[in-house]
């Protein structure tokens, strides 16, 4: 089995990698990098638990090869709203997750590392979108336990907040944020 | 009974009253934002496959590819010659070593004594994808590439999937002592009384109808993580687990270890849904095989694999009668039903299907009910409790022959239920299948779901929309037995003054950290932020039973309430003393006690004190007290959901355009939560309603093992759902509360299939099996072409 040395820079922290040509990428971030967010739920690209952006653009981690992303500029979940590096006790939360959090848009949260990054993908492309247009977006993403119904709410409130306040950001291009919509929350 | 209306208002108030933390007021009651989200919203939160462990191994299994087989030959030296693999394990591995390596299987509730799953495939196989052998490897790809490389050979046998053909004299036996096959038959009511029942009435009705089989698909493929130490002689199996200590218990039993030298951690747990309490191969052979290489070793089963020889649910083909008289009186209620139990028997799960009839009067003062259940062995995945466990059977049989009698006597389904539902003055009731109800006010419930759903306009209005789709509107009254067995709760004041509530039960998405500490805040009288909850862990936790069937809120709510009662009556009296009052005029507020003089203690200090300072003479040391809660009776919830559908015709595409929930579930702890959970357990029961279906060929071969051919719910095919509740404590426990978690899941499918009924009766369409896909409605409304 072939093996390629790659660099990953995975929520602006540059990593060097040694990974087999079938290493998909999001074992090579939890096992290679140690960033655990990004879920594997189904490995065929059907659940999307493991969604990140690569290059700014959501995909799922586990139907992209590690080496095929050498030089790839990564972001989970763990990347947003400046929680990365964060110590423990406290966490920012960016507009999205807030959204999610007071919306109770998550109950066990596996498919939740994913489904943030999706909603911020969509929010970027279509920062006012309909409830359809929502429930569309998110096909790609399963959750099993809310029903969706919370999960789309906090799109819409997510929505509704970054249209009303220009300070806030995305988190997925904000990773330096400290302003806008980020809160603490109590861990 | 006391009505929750406008919930959209109400929420916004309960969060408004949460953030503001309504000074004195009570937190129960209050749909305050959860407080475990910020971990699982930033990758923080660690699951089992998160956990890493120093020289960690990764194990995979060599699955059956036959559903039915002799084994007669596993060769493992390909595997084994492979770099980076460090083991191949089969059979005579484990029968060599001192586990007995068989998940158990309570037998005492069958009509025979078969064996229970073996870890590993010992000599014959029973079901697609059952674990054959065990390969242990540096990483999980080799660990796969050794799997590969497992030759085994079969003498093939002859599958049988469904449980009625099971029965049958051609049908290939599963177990030497069940040469039918049929593993338990089980009678409730009393089958005399509904003879006579059915003779004296003006009409009988009858159904035939089949629950579909399911796979509960949590999103997180179960997975275990087992680390031995050698030097003391203690296993830690950090596993996705509902129930910490019933899997120690079972794990104990496989290995043949003490209870006392294992030690179960469940952390962050990505959904149970019931499949997580079972004891399953993967978890138990991980740990088998960490002490035999004495290097911790990871399973995380692949979704295929989840899907294959994961415990299934439902599975239910059933021939159901209700007599009815021409006023609509309902005489009495049968039930004769094959359930599939799958390969093995897990646990209890083959004599589970023999307890679904106790539920089938439901809502309804029927004097006679008799059902008739058979747990039929088929070489498929073991299928046991899933989410609902036996209550969605239940209701779906009732509230199909509820509806199939109104059209029966020519009267609305509502009108029709509202003449049988049992008098509110007449609780505790007692049913003919031998439940005892504790509360409930049913029309309540139901009135203000006709009214949510407008049932008059809708059923006035024409048969079709506007645009030619046909039009329908379908109930589900339903009840819900909650919180059975015991749970522990213990209340531990540090000498800080903060509090950990360690709990028996298991959050996997049902937020006890949150709820637990809304109760304990109240009980105890300290502030929420100084009080976590911990649960989850054998170690940290005494004992336990786990969370299943709708009973964390029930009895874990109760245990905790207890302790936290018994805490503050100690901390009180020792205020008393150092306020030198009596402790009946001390009081507890915001975690600081007053005397009437006006002098004030903190809780922490009274903590402190009682760790070592100064606390009345003869009072023992510590601030803690443990409950082992036990509910003095089932409590069971209910409610009404009502649907309204369209149904095109020409392609069989059904819309839900408007989905009701009204559920009573006594006191609401914390409404936002409560809400969740309605509104997944829906999601699930539309998912069965709709599209989710474990289908096999005929051959055995599970031909729904993958995300892509088992049709889970979208964020698109789900409706929206309004929640409405009604409140009637429960009079068994001090909260008042009943559980909620299934209620959904038990009213959706019965509430979607009969609106598409409704929809379809111009059409003369009256019976129809789940999943209402495109396809079986075309063909419900068309015909089957060629028969």
């Given amino acids: ?187 | 009974m006391s009505l929750t209306d406008a919930p959209d208002e109400q929420r916004e108030a309960d969060e408004a009253a949460g953030e503001t933390d309504d000074e004195g007021g009570k937190l129960v009651g209050q749909g305050i934002d959860r407080r475990e989200d910020a971990a699982l919203l930033t990758g923080r939160a660690t699951f089992t496959d998160d956990a890493d462990a120093p020289r960690v191994a990764h194990l995979a299994f060599v699955r059956s590819e036959e559903a039915h087989a002799d084994v007669e030959a596993v060769d493992t030296a390909a595997a084994e010659a492979l770099d980076g693999v460090l083991a191949a394990y089969t059979w005579a591995d484990v029968e060599a070593s001192d586990a007995p390596g068989v998940l158990p299987i309570s037998a005492e509730a069958l009509d025979c004594d078969p064996p229970g799953h073996p870890v590993l495939a010992r000599e014959r196989v029973r079901y697609h994808g059952q674990p054959v052998a065990a390969v242990v490897a540096e990483d999980r790809y080799t660990a796969r590439d050794g799997v590969e490389a497992v030759e085994v050979s079969y003498d093939p046998r002859p599958a049988v999937v469904d449980p009625v053909e099971a029965r049958g004299a051609d049908a290939p036996t599963l177990f030497e002592g069940a040469p039918d096959n049929v593993a338990v038959t089980t009678d409730l009511g009393d089958e005399a009384a509904t003879d006579a029942a059915f003779a004296a009435a003006d009409r009988t009705v009858e159904v035939k109808l089949e629950n579909n089989r399911l796979i509960a698909s949590a999103l997180e493929p179960r997975a275990a993580l087992a680390e031995y130490d050698a030097g003391s002689d203690e296993l830690t199996v950090t596993m996705t687990s509902q129930s910490p200590h019933g899997h120690r218990r079972k794990l104990s039993e496989t290995l043949g270890l003490p209870e006392r030298s294992i030690r179960v951690v469940a952390p962050s747990v990505g959904g149970g849904f019931g499949h997580k309490g079972h004891h399953h191969p993967g978890e138990a052979a991980a740990a088998w095989a960490a002490r035999r290489l004495g290097r911790p070793v990871k399973w995380t089963a692949t979704r295929s694999g989840n899907y294959l020889a994961g415990a299934h649910g439902r599975d239910h083909r059933t021939t159901a009668k209700i007599a009815v008289d021409d006023d609509g009186t309902i005489r009495g209620l049968r039930a004769d039903t094959d359930a599939g139990v799958g390969g093995y028997g897990l646990g209890g799960g083959a004599s589970l299907p023999g307890w679904y009839g106790s539920l089938l009067s439901s809502e309804y003062a029927v004097d006679a009910v008799h059902c008739r259940t058979r747990s039929v062995f088929t070489t498929t995945a073991p299928v046991h409790s899933y989410r609902g466990a036996g209550r969605p059977e239940a209701i779906y049989v009732t509230e199909r022959l509820v509806d199939a009698a109104a059209r029966e006597v020519g009267m609305d389904p509502a009108e029709l239920r509202r003449r049988n539902l049992i008098d509110p003055d007449a609780f505790p009731y007692e049913t003919p299948t031998g439940a005892t109800y504790d509360s409930g006010d049913y029309e309540p419930a139901l009135d203000v779901a006709l009214e949510a759903v407008d049932y008059e306009a809708v059923k006035a209005a024409p048969d079709r929309d506007d645009d030619g789709r046909y039009r329908g509107v379908g109930l589900a009254c339903m009840v819900e037995s909650t919180g059975s067995g015991f749970e522990t709760g213990l209340v531990r004041a540090h000498p800080d003054g903060t509090v950990t509530v360690y709990a028996g039960t298991h959050s996997h998405g049902q937020g006890h950290g949150t709820t637990y500490a809304q109760i304990v805040a109240d009980e105890l009288g300290v502030p929420y932020d100084d009080i976590e909850v911990a649960e989850g862990d054998t170690e940290r936790v005494p004992t336990g039973t786990g969370t299943f069937g709708s009973r964390s809120t029930v009895v874990g709510g109760n245990a905790v309430a207890e302790s936290a009662a018994d805490v503050r009556e100690k901390a009180t009296r020792i205020a008393a003393h150092r306020l030198d009052a009596d402790p009946a005029d001390v009081t507890l507020a915001d975690g600081t006690f007053s005397a009437p003089d006006g002098s004030a203690v903190g809780f922490a200090d009274v903590a402190a004190a009682a760790h070592g300072g100064d606390r009345p003479a003869g009072m023992p040391p510590g601030l803690e007290a443990t409950t082992a809660y036990e509910s003095e009776a089932t409590a069971y919830s209910f409610g009404t959901h009502a649907v309204e559908v369209r149904v095109d015709a020409d392609t069989g595409e059904v819309d839900v355009e408007t989905y009701v929930a009204v559920d009573d579930c006594g006191e609401r702890v914390n409404p936002t939560i409560l809400d969740g959970q309605v509104h997944g357990g829906v999601a699930q029961g539309v998912g069965q309603a709709r599209s989710e279906h474990a289908v096999y060929g005929d051959d055995g071969e599970l031909l729904t093992g993958s995300m892509d051919r088992y049709a889970l719910p979208r964020a698109a095919s789900v409706p929206h759902v309004e929640t409405r509740a009604t409140v009637t404590p429960s009079p068994h426990n001090d909260l008042g509360v009943k559980g909620i978690g299934e209620a959904g899941t038990i009213a959706a499918p019965p509430a979607v299939v009969n609106a598409v009924l409704d929809a379809l009766e111009p059409l003369g369409v009256d019976s129809v099996d789940m999943p209402l896909t495109d396809e079986r409605v075309w063909r419900a409304i068309h015909g089957e072409p060629g028969r």
């Fill in chain 1, 1 to 187: 089995m072939g093996t390629h040395d790659i660099t990953l820079t995975v929520n602006g922290e540059e990593e060097a990698l040694t990974v087999e040509s079938r290493t998909l990428l999001v074992h090579a971030l939890r096992e290679g990098v140690g960033d655990t967010a990004p879920k594997v739920g189904c490995e065929s690209g059907k659940c999307g638990a493991c969604t990140v952006h690569l290059d700014g653009e959501a995909v799922k981690s586990c139907m992209v090869l590690a080496a095929a992303a050498d030089g790839g500029e990564v972001t989970t979940v763990s990347g947003l709203g400046g929680a990365s590096g964060e110590g423990e006790g406290t966490a920012e939360l960016d507009a999205v997750q807030t959204a999610f959090h007071e919306e109770h848009g998550l109950q066990c949260g596996y498919c939740t590392p994913g489904m943030v990054m999706t909603v911020e993908d969509l929010l970027a492309e279509r920062p006012d979108p309909s409830e359809a247009e929502i429930r569309h977006q998110l096909k790609g993403n399963i959750c099993r336990c809310t029903g969706y119904q919370n999960v789309v709410r906090a799109v819409e409130t997510a929505a509704d907040r970054l249209s009303e306040d220009p300070e806030a950001e995305l988190g997925a291009d904000a990773a330096d944020a400290d302003g806008g919509t980020a809160s603490e929350v109590s861990d």
